[in-house]
């Protein structure tokens, strides 16, 4: 009996204690497995199936001040920080500041991990404009939300400028900064707009004096209704940018040259566990703006839970005057809790 008592009264402290411990972060996993076929004889093997990647989360809070966040991803040639930075939880005028490995603020698909978005493969700006399909470089990120009815973010960034697809890949001892405005607004209960314009500069090569300048603007209507927000749903989203990117001409100086390219996207959920989504693209290639390419996608997803999804996606791509098509089928599956990405 006295046993029985002294639990009832200590086991809730006792819960309590672990529950705020710092030394046990929050766990997760999420993997992807694909299997993909291409009639493009150009390419490598023309049916390929393999466990594609497998990321591994970390996430608690430091102390009163600061929290930690780490993603590990790993395939066939090993394991990777993929992101890990510290953010503040403390400072004043809704300031929030992050130090490390950071997603760049540029555009909106940027900043989302790849299990997130509604179509399998990357767009071609991601592709075109960024190693890997994606900015994750070294450095700090300062944003503000003004005290609004609305909601507005401003965030600036510098960073290290590896990123070998539109900077120097870190050869350069100069840095790159990029800039973000977010403006969100509810347009009904059902609707909601994003709007939000990037640009960033960074060193286009080592010891050359050339630069890479990027402006971008994303848009993003979603339709939800709140009697059945899990159930229906339609968004549509674009994303545009212009690459200026600076050239040496016969004379000894430098011409900039400018690429512009984007895309548009519709996804429509019928019912609470199925998406149908399209996405036409466009793009010249950043370094060489004679080479113009486009493809077009469509995709079918399937969600048993909120931790599995099935996603197949037929995508036709055209360029330099070849054309292909691609299949390809994923599964991807979550265990632990992994945390919210940027909406």
């Known amino acids: 009996m006295l046993i029985a008592l002294w639990w009832a009264i200590t086991a809730p402290a006792w819960t309590g204690t672990a529950a705020a411990n710092p030394m046990n972060p ?11 076929w291409t009639d493009d004889r150009t390419a490598g093997p023309r049916f390929e199936a393999a466990l594609e990647e497998v990321e591994l989360g ?11 966040e780490a993603f590990l991803a790993g395939d066939r040639a090993g394991f990777g920080v993929e992101e890990a930075h510290l953010d503040t939880l403390a400072l004043p ?33 991601a592709t075109n404009l960024f190693d890997g399909a994606a900015w994750v470089d ?46 969100f607004f509810d347009l009904t209960d059902a609707t909601s707009l994003e709007a939000g314009w990037s640009v960033a500069r960074g060193p286009d090569g080592p010891g050359t004096g050339s630069h890479t300048n990027l402006g971008g603007a994303d848009l993003t209507l979603k339709w939800r209704p709140p009697e059945a927000n899990v159930r229906r749903s339609v968004a549509l989203q674009a994303e545009g940018a212009l690459v200026a990117r600076d050239r040496p001409n016969p004379a000894g100086g430098l011409t900039v040259a400018r690429t512009p390219m984007g895309w548009l996207l519709l996804d429509v959920q019928p019912g609470q566990r199925w998406h149908v989504a399209a996405r036409v693209d466009g793009a010249a290639d950043s370094r060489d703006p004679h080479v113009h ?49 940027p909406f």
């Open 26 to 36: 929050d766990l997760s996993v999420i993997g992807t497995i694909a299997g993909r």
């Open 58 to 68: 970390l996430k608690s809070d430091v102390d009163p001040y600061l929290t930690a």
């Open 93 to 125: 005028a809704n300031l929030k500041a992050s130090l490390g490995r950071i997603r760049a603020s540029f555009g909106k698909l940027n900043l989302t991990h790849e299990h997130t978005w509604y179509t399998v493969t990357p767009p071609l700006l």
């Open 138 to 183: 070294d450095g700090a990120r300062l944003s503000w939300i003004a005290p609004l009815d609305t909601y507005h973010e401003v965030t600036v960034e510098a960073l290290r400028g590896r990123d070998a697809g539109s900077f120097s890949g870190g050869a350069s001892a100069d840095w790159a900064g990029a800039g973000h405005l977010k403006n």
């Open 293 to 341: 390419a486009r493809a077009a996608a469509g995709v079918i997803s399937y969600s048993p839970s909120e931790f599995s999804n099935l996603m197949i996606e037929t995508r036709g791509d055209r360029a330099g005057g070849h054309a292909w098509t691609t299949v390809t089928t994923r599964l991807t599956f979550s265990i632990g809790p992994h945390g919210a990405h």
